[in-house]
């Protein structure tokens, strides 16, 4: 089994910065994509932003330019640096990775989700 663990959030004011963190845990053979998502109340769940293995990043036209995604393979961590953020950032931000992982017959690939942590920016 895996598990995603989600460090980082909190309260902020607007302009701010934050760094959330994300760890992988468990049998883990190899994680592919990793990403960040994030909930607001009653709006569905969106896409912030992904990053493959070797680096490649992608990010929502809202957070272009104030956060940035990185990894660390070593450490099958990823983070989320999070700049001048705006009240409409308030969400709870949940991690998702691609992650290969032992069975009897061989790698099972499959998606995980953290449990999720809630950035509030406000004043």
């Known amino acids: 089994q895996v598990q995603l663990v989600e460090s980082g959030g909190g309260l902020v004011q607007p302009g701010g910065s934050l760094r959330l963190s994300c760890a992988a845990s468990?049998?883990?053979?190899?994680?592919?994509?990793m990403g960040w998502y994030r909930q607001a109340p009653g709006k569905e769940r969106e896409l912030v932003a992904t990053i493959s293995t070797g680096g490649t990043t992608n990010y929502a036209d809202s957070v272009k330019g104030r956060f940035t995604i990185s990894r660390d393979n070593t450490k099958n961590t990823v983070y989320l640096q999070m700049n001048s953020l705006k009240p409409e950032d308030t969400a709870v931000y949940y991690c998702?990775?691609?992650?290969?992982?032992?069975?009897?017959?061989?790698?099972?690939?499959?998606?995980?989700w953290g449990q999720g942590t809630q950035v509030t920016v406000s004043s």
């Open positions: 468990g049998s883990i053979f190899s994680i592919n994509v």
């Open positions: 998702n990775a691609n992650v290969g992982t032992y069975f009897s017959s061989g790698i099972r690939w499959s998606d995980y």
